[in-house]
């Protein structure tokens, strides 16, 4: 049995896990959806003891990190002992990176940053498959979380799942050939990638696509 812990990007809950955490569940497994602390001056560092905190003793431990989410769950597998360590339309940064250094985040009050409107008509491409009254329980994310710098230890990490939403499998082996930001701190000793084409949301788009590739890559532990 596994206990998957899922962190959710900026602006969302554990709530948006809803429908990927019950597939999960009904499969025999242990699932924490974390909310973040979104409270006004909330760090990085906040985020990734949350994380840490949630892993507590379990033996099979797999962190699931989505967009923002992908920092804590890297800064808390530096120092934790995990089986698997999967991003969802993510990639694990580098030492001394924010996420404002590879996506500058707008915050009109210098404290929050807004969220978006969610809805397609704006970005086809990003909100693909959504309707903005699934993001009614959205808040705006603390400011300094997206300023803080991610520290690690050590460049080694555990086996790595990338499962690309707004990408195509093929572009994200040109990004990562290429070293985009986006996967600079990915270990290219052991990592998969894997497709599932929506928005940048598919917990909310294709929950029960999601909960399937996540149960996938959590089976081939080992391999």
Same mark, same amino acid.
């Given at each position: 049995?596994?206990?998957?812990?899922?962190?959710?990007?900026?602006?969302?809950?554990?709530?948006?896990?809803?429908?990927? =955490?019950?597939?999960?569940?009904?499969?025999?497994?242990?699932?924490?959806?974390?909310?973040?602390?979104?409270?006004?001056?909330?760090?990085?560092?906040?985020?990734?003891?949350?994380?840490?905190?949630?892993?507590?003793?379990?033996? $099979?431990?797999?962190?699931?990190?989505?967009?923002? +989410?992908?920092?804590?769950?890297?800064?808390?597998?530096?120092?934790?002992?995990?089986?698997?360590?999967?991003?969802? @339309?993510?990639?694990?940064?580098?030492?001394?990176?924010?996420?404002? @250094?590879?996506?500058?985040?707008?915050?009109?009050?210098?404290?929050?940053?807004?969220?978006?409107?969610?809805?397609?008509?704006?970005?086809?491409?990003?909100? =693909?498959?959504?309707?903005?009254?699934?993001?009614?329980?959205?808040?705006?994310?603390?400011?300094?979380?997206?300023?803080?710098?991610?520290?690690?230890?050590?460049?080694?990490?555990?086996?790595?799942?990338?499962?690309?939403?707004?990408?195509?499998?093929?572009?994200?082996?040109?990004?990562?050939?290429?070293? %985009?930001?986006?996967?600079?701190?990915?270990?290219? +000793?052991?990592?998969?990638?894997? $497709?599932?084409?929506?928005?940048?949301?598919?917990?909310?788009?294709?929950?029960?696509?999601?909960? =399937?590739?996540?149960?996938?890559?959590?089976?081939? %532990?080992?391999?």
């Amino acid at each position: 049995m596994t206990h998957f812990i899922l962190v959710p990007g900026m602006w969302l809950g554990g709530w948006a896990w809803d429908a990927v =955490a019950a597939p999960l569940r009904s499969a025999g497994h242990d699932v924490t959806a974390l909310s973040l602390d979104l409270r006004a001056g909330a760090t990085l560092d906040d985020h990734i003891t949350q994380v840490t905190a949630a892993v507590a003793d379990a033996a $099979e431990v797999v962190l699931v990190g989505h967009s923002y +989410g992908g920092l804590p769950v890297r800064g808390a597998a530096d120092f934790l002992k995990v089986s698997r360590v999967i991003y969802v @339309d993510s990639g694990p940064l580098p030492d001394g990176v924010s996420q404002a @250094d590879v996506s500058p985040p707008a915050s009109p009050d210098g404290v929050f940053i807004p969220p978006p409107s969610f809805d397609p008509a704006d970005d086809p491409v990003q909100f =693909a498959g959504l309707h903005p009254s699934q993001f009614s329980r959205a808040v705006p994310h603390p400011l300094a979380s997206a300023l803080s710098p991610l520290r690690l230890s050590s460049a080694a990490q555990p086996p790595t799942d990338l499962i690309c939403s707004t990408f195509a499998v093929a572009d994200v082996h040109q990004m990562i050939d290429g070293d %985009h930001p986006f996967f600079a701190g990915l270990d290219r +000793g052991d990592y998969r990638v894997h $497709e599932l084409p929506t928005g940048h949301w598919p917990m909310l788009s294709r929950p029960a696509d999601l909960a =399937a590739v996540i149960l996938f890559c959590a089976g081939r %532990h080992g391999d």
